[in-house]
């Protein structure tokens, strides 16, 4: 009797948790304090250790009066740190942040559009080796692919710049579609490069990436990253910007407070646009491990360096920047900026540890985080590296979104 009834018992849990449930997309762990819940991965020296550097590190770079935003680091999907300081309104100190208050992502948003693309070649609906003429009839420049796109090798320059250059009126809000129709008009009076000779960042290749989306999925942009990404995460606190969204979206501002006026390029999206939490960062950061959302072989395919024209430890891959560092660990993220919105995004996956940092009052001084790694293991250990890595935060006048 007693083996029958564990031979039921196994026959019950294959049949809740088999292949019946093959396909679909896993839930992230809770980021919830799982530490707190009783199923922490670290043991308690460990989490003492790290928490103590950590504070250290914030505590003596982070100035509470002038920093609006939030921090947060996990290690396994377990949060160990996290700290929101600051207002939904910085000028007037109304309404504190919370956990679900969410913010403008700037080229963090690049992370999602990749994703969606490389998920989008899993489902067969585009190859990532297609030109962009299968998709854009009569589109007039030959040899540029979704993959230089992705990797910032299309040798086409930033619409922010050349637009405006060539005579777009700045009271007319610029849309994506707007975007291809002006380069495909204007292809000629345009400093264009020849494709795959060399990284140039570029946000005219994920305003066009996002409309590739479109194409592929039949879908809009916003509503195949909610099917696709955010739903079945439960990012509930994430969405890509739309109009319909301008009475909610968190706004920006000058670090004394002042706040950033609607902008004629605000409304283009894949090269930004995307606004979430730090909590809702940490499960798409998990959603990128063990197939969850992507295979393993996809995902080598993201995180691999395609430019080496210039030496150095900087690189960039489909969606990715990185740090290829001599000691072959990985370090791969992005930042962003778009008017006052900062973000941080650092993945080790080497050691299963995440760092976010946001703000949206123009705070540099978030990008420091990168150097949280060394808590974790040994990542710059080469001061020249270490100073390489230092260089590469974006400054006031750097191009939109870094």
């Given amino acids: 009797m007693k083996n029958l009834l564990f031979v039921i018992s196994i026959i019950w849990l294959y049949g809740c948790n088999g292949p019946a449930s093959a396909g679909k997309p896993h839930a992230p762990k809770p980021v919830t304090d799982s530490i707190a819940a009783g199923y922490s991965t670290i043991s308690t020296s460990e989490l003492r250790h790290y928490k103590a550097g950590i504070e250290r590190f914030t505590d003596s770079l982070f100035d509470d009066e002038r920093f609006n935003g939030s921090i947060l680091v996990a290690k396994n999907g377990e949060i160990i740190y996290e700290k929101y300081n600051g207002y939904l309104d910085p000028l007037k100190k109304r309404d504190s942040l919370t956990p679900s208050s969410p913010f403008h992502l700037a080229s963090v948003s690049k992370t ?40 910032h090798r299309s040798g086409i320059p930033n619409y922010v710049h050349y637009m405006e250059n060539l005579g777009w009126d700045r009271k007319r809000p610029i849309s994506n579609q707007d975007v291809l129709d002006f380069l495909v008009a204007n292809h000629k009076k345009i400093q264009i490069g020849r494709p795959d000779k060399r990284f140039a960042y570029s946000n005219t290749n994920y305003a066009l990436l996002a409309l590739i989306i479109e194409k592929a999925s039949g879908q809009s942009y916003s509503a195949y990253l909610q099917q696709s990404i955010f739903e079945p995460f439960n990012m509930k606190d994430t969405y890509a910007y739309t109009t319909a969204d301008s009475a909610r979206s968190l706004k920006s501002f000058f670090p004394n407070g002042k706040t950033y006026a609607f902008d004629y390029l605000d409304n283009v ?57 001599d000691n072959d660990r990985r370090f791969i993220y992005h930042n962003g900026w778009w008017h006052g919105n900062r973000a941080a995004f650092y993945r080790l996956p080497d050691d299963n540890v995440t760092i976010i940092a946001l703000s949206n009052n123009d705070y540099l001084k978030i990008y ?17 590296e270490e100073k390489a890595a230092d260089a590469e935060n974006p400054g006031r006048t750097a191009s939109l979104g870094r």
């Fill in 112 to 151: 999602f559009t990749a994703m969606a693309i490389l998920k989008l070649q899993e489902e067969g609906k585009l190859r990532i080796d297609d030109t962009l003429t299968a998709y854009f009839p009569g589109f007039p420049l030959k040899g540029v692919t979704i993959k230089a796109l992705l990797n």
């Fill in 368 to 384: 420091s985080c990168k150097k949280l790694a060394e808590i974790f293991g040994v990542y710059f250990d080469d001061p020249e």
């Fill in 269 to 325: 999206y894949g090269d930004k646009n995307i606004y979430s939490t730090a909590r809702d960062l940490l499960k798409w950061d998990q959603a990128l491990y063990g197939g969850r959302y992507l295979q393993q072989q996809t995902l080598d395919s993201a995180y691999m360096g395609y430019s080496f024209e210039k030496p150095g430890i900087h690189n960039y891959g489909l969606g990715w920047r990185m740090f290829l560092l």
